[in-house]
């Protein structure tokens, strides 16, 4: 069944089959990841893996000060990127309790994971996996102008290297600052989630390397109802800040092909709280400059109907 | 343990993830930290004083899991009346000799009998005695002497023990000289006041984890205790272990599914080269590596352990069964099986032994595989200064590592205290292959040999360890063929005939493999150690691993998944011995045979089938009933009755308290660090008494407690790993992908020293002892806080240790601040707890760096003597 969409929604909604969308006639369920945050223990293993398995090269040895995140961030040699938070406050007694630090937030301390408790404080490290998020509605893909990127059957966004022409279109466009052109390369590179290995029905280099799955690896809708179940779990546990991130398909994106379970607000975790494509408002956008241009020739044709008076 | 062993954590995860409590007790805010549900950072160093106080706290609110205590431990055993314990003698037990540094341990045996250890330290009485040459020897007791006659092996692993008369036991544990009794009183002083005061952890946080571990440990469930080298690495480390095993005997929670104490090594395999040792000190299986003169011929050699109790009373099937399978044919029963072709002991060869004789100029060569100590042991200078002086060093690595390039461009030839054309040392550096170019197997901590496969082929000239030894073995063989010597004999007469592979030739592990699984007098594989012989009919390269070829199938190479074979998965891998997964797990059944709980059902006694059965192999003789009782004159395994399921004992049983085997003491005592700027607040006595310590110009001590001096050196550093790279960086360092996630040494601090010594995030900080100035860049964190210890505050500075000079990501070595000063039992040096200053900024390049360092030992007021003396006790109470 095709989902019959005004130009807008196209853009922005959900849709329940991306490859079906792109144009693929019978394909594989639309694969991602979930990256359970809850159990990542910063060992950084699918960063190597990565590099390793995709011959991505060394980015920089640099010394950051960011806790033990000396990667700093997703880019063209940096396709997984391990953040870690560390997070300070006092506690009372046997039980945390939440407490006002004059901090834009107010939420109860979590119990369960990521946490450690001292007396007189309680010190939590956070760490994530952030990966491209293969988005239901890629921005990177719809600027594209030479058809580098493209949607795979699997659903996940590619960009092909020797079809770029290093324009960097995609690279404001990625809402999450994902995509990016390698320095003394020129071309744009990113997560490919391993189109290789999916191909030859294995999974992503990051995942297989995973030692605790907190990157798992699978069938979206397998992996929603799978994180869905962990993020009920979690919270009778007690961790009440437990939420999924770009899980559900109504987002601004209409759902990632990535998603994460998270223990604090996406910003703590250098996330956008609340992405919404670049490409959402392109109808109006060019609506307008429709519009404009339509006056300016207007307006032009005045001047010269005008002047000829 | 998710910081080095990521891999493994996943299976602590797994079992979080099934409502597992974690608790990580550690000075450092890891990666286990993060996921842990209770982490007590405690001060480093004072581990001791934190389990004690857990002992004490089951011992008091009896919380002891009486029927197994009072059966399957030596809790009612009842010990000689001139013991004395740390109690009497303000931190000391008795026999201690303050001019030789020993313990004389005669009287810590039980009443009634003698006994030597089935593990542990057994050279304690020749040591005695070389110490005492020239002295008196009245002052040893008739006991010891006799000792020396009968236990006088020596291994840091494990040997025979020997076991003579019956004990006196209570089994009401009433005696007021009973194991049990003593360790009541010994661990009464280790309150939650004391323990708070001491480790700098709060009483409730103490209490938390008190009544957590107690909580989870009794008929129906089982703690297990998880520790890496921040144990070991003290000048009393094995007391560590031995304090941990304690508190499990105690709460019932060793030989049961769930439970025991695991050991994480510091890299792959370190389990399987202590099994067939890289040490000095023993031979494959555990055997005693002999001495000279006291072993002349394999008779005495065997008789040291001869009519014991327990397993080791056929350590002359094991031991004879080596040497045929080392000299094979040339061994026979006229020539004592060629005893005479191994080595001897001469002195102490321990590694840092190696290093002052090589500094004295009586060591001429040196082999380094695989190991890094020009930055990966402690006090680098020493080491570097020990290879200058040599007349030949191999280094087999994957990379110029620092010891393969000291005398080009180490710190000493900035310096100027060396100068390339004025070393000696000529250095063969031979590239080395890694795990997947070659085929072998690792042996990791749960004993399990999984087998490797080789998956590339090495490249240029790099060759496999078994490569290199087999064919310099065969090199140096071919030049002496033809000699008629008789020290020749052994290198002529060894079994060296291989079968190679491919173009490298490289010998075919599975060949090396099939001779420590042995061969029976058929020449077919042998299926078990129970199998072995002391006629010379048997062939054995390692006794504890025989049965791993059995039938000349691989088994260490099974890998058939968990979800197709039971939850012991018996068939992945192969574990030492017999394949049994759990050791002594006859403890799993209570001592009529049933099990302790069906929960926690492992092992029990059918009586219908008149055996034991179960989930696992047993670790006991398949028919032996519970109630068997060992006649007067019974030995060996035969002497060990059908409720004592520690069958390595001489007695059968757990030991609370060890009558014989460790050079420090048969109880636990919490001593501080070698160099601590904390008093130690339970005893007079300061420091381990026994640790060995090495006075020289390049390894002074820095003052301790209270004494003048001390001041001068406030904060407390650790050195440790992180997951990024792999120890010394041998393997990590020249790696991009690793090197890059951490790029540079950095020092670990919290906000408090920051602001109280000016450190700036990112800036550098300059770390001195007296032994050492060292730079990093500074990672201030909140991770890293501030304690409460004995009414002061105290800051502890975080140190990884994988730098060094060469790579991609380099940075000063930690390791140079580390002193060489030892635990008695295993000679490991202090890596996890030491004292320096801090100050801001880069450290000063020579040739300022020495004057500061001498600087501060002459305010610090340091002497050769300072930190050497054995017992502190008395002036200060």
Known sequence: MTQEFTLGERLAA?????????????????????????VCIGCKACEVACKEWNAVPEDGLTFTGMSYDNTGGL?????????????????????????????????????????????????????????????????????????????????????????????????????????????????????????????AGQEPACAKACPTKSIQFGPLDELRERAAARVDALRAQGATEARLYGADPANGVGGDGAFFLLLDEPEVYGLPPDPVVTTRDLPSIWRRAAFAAAGLVAAVAACAIGGRR | MAECHPVGFQWVMEAKQRGATIIHVDPRFTRTSAVADIHVPLRAGSDIAFLGGLIRYVLENDKWFR????????????????????????????????????????????????????????????????????????????????GAATARVSTSGAGGGTFHGRPERDDTLQHPRCVFQVLKRHFSRYTPEKVAEICGVSEAQFLRVAEALTANS???????????????????????????????????????????????????????STDIPTLFNILPGYLPMPHAHDHEDLATYISADAGSKGYWGNMDAYAVSLLKAWWGDAATADNDYCFDYLPRLTDKHSNYDTVMKQLAGESEGYFLIGENPAVGTANGKMNRLGLANLKWLVVRDFQLIESATFWKDGPEIETGELAPEEIGTEVFFLPAAAHTEKDGSFT???????????????????????????????????????????????????????????????????????????????GKPLSSYTELKADGSTRCGCWIYCGCFKDGVNEPARRKPGSEQSWVAPEWGWAWPANRRILYNRASADPEGRPWSERKAYLWWDPEQKKWTGHDVPDFQPDKSPDYRPPEDAEREDAIAGTEPFIMQADGRGWLYVPAGLADGPLPAHYEPHESPVPNQLYGQQQNPARQVYPHRLNRYAPSGDDPGAEVFPYVFTTYRLTEHHTAGGMSRWLPYLSELQPEFFCEVSPQLAAERGLEHLGWATIVNPR??????????????????????????????????????????????????????????????????????????APAAAPLVADYQRRAGITAETGTEAVTGGKKK
């Open chain 1, 75 to 199: 880019g063209a040699s940096t396709w997984r990127h391990v953040a870690f938070v560390e997070q300070v406050r006092p506690r009372d007694g046997g039980r945390a309790k939440p407490v006002d630090l004059g901090m834009p937030t107010v939420r109860p301390a979590p119990s369960v994971p990521q946490a450690a408790n001292e007396d007189d404080r309680e010190v939590r490290w956070l760490m994530s996996s952030d990966v491209c998020k293969h988005c239901t509605h890629a921005a990177c893909l719809d600027v594209c102008p030479t058809g580098a990127l493209f949607r795979t059957e699997f659903g996940t966004v590619v960009v092909q290297s020797d079809v770029c022409n290093g324009c960097g279109y995609c690279v404001p466009a990625c809402l999450y600052g994902v995509i990016d052109i390698r320095p003394g390369d020129g071309r744009a590179w990113k997560c490919t989630l391993c189109y290789d290995r999916l191909g």
């Open chain 2, 772 to 845: 050492a100035v060292i730079e990093a860049r500074v990672l201030v964190t909140e991770r890293m806080r501030p304690l409460r210890v004995g009414g002061r505050t105290l800051h502890q500075i975080g140190l990884p240790y994988h730098w060094g000079g060469n790579g991609l990501s380099t940075g000063d070595s930690a390791n140079e601040l580390l002193a060489i000063a030892l635990d008695p039992n295993v000679h490991i040096q202090p890596t996890k707890a030491s004292v320096c200053d801090i100050r801001p900024g880069r450290r000063p390049r």
């Open chain 1, 14 to 38: 959900p849709l329940h089959d991306v490859a079906g969308e792109a144009g693929y006639d019978a394909h594989p369920a639309r694969m991602g990841f979930f990256t359970d945050t809850s």
């Open chain 2, 218 to 272: 009794g008929r129906e469930r089982t703690s297990a205790f998880v520790y890496a080298v921040g144990w070991t690495h003290h000048t009393v480390g094995v007391q560590y272990i031995r304090t941990a095993a304690i508190l499990q005997l105690l709460l019932g929670n060793i030989g049961r599914p769930g439970g025991g104490i695991m050991a994480l090594r510091g890299h792959a395999s370190i389990q399987g």
């Open chain 2, 67 to 146: 029927e197994y205590v009072v059966a399957y431990t030596n809790a009612p055993m009842i010990l000689r009346e001139d013991f004395r314990d740390t109690e009497d003698l303000d931190g000391l037990f008795s026999g201690f000799q303050e001019d030789t540094r020993h313990y004389d341990p005669s009287t810590w045996q039980y009443e009634g009998a003698d006994v030597a250890a089935a593990a542990g330290q057994r050279d304690q009485w020749s040591d005695m005695e070389s110490n005492e040459k020239g002295s008196s020897s009245d002052s040893r007791s008739e006991h010891a002497r006799r």
């Open chain 2, 444 to 522: 990791n901590t749960q004993r399990m040999l999984q087998w490797h496969h080789k998956a590339v082929e090495p490249t240029g000239d790099q060759r496999s360890d078994l490569w290199f030894y087999f064919h310099l073995g065969r090199i140096i063989r071919a030049k002496l063929a033809g000699s008629t010597a008789r020290a020749d004999r052994p290198i002529l007469d060894l079994t060296w005939d291989y079968p190679t592979k491919g173009e490298a030739g490289d010998p075919d592990a599975e060949a090396v493999l099939a001779e420590i699984n042995g061969f029976g007098p058929d």
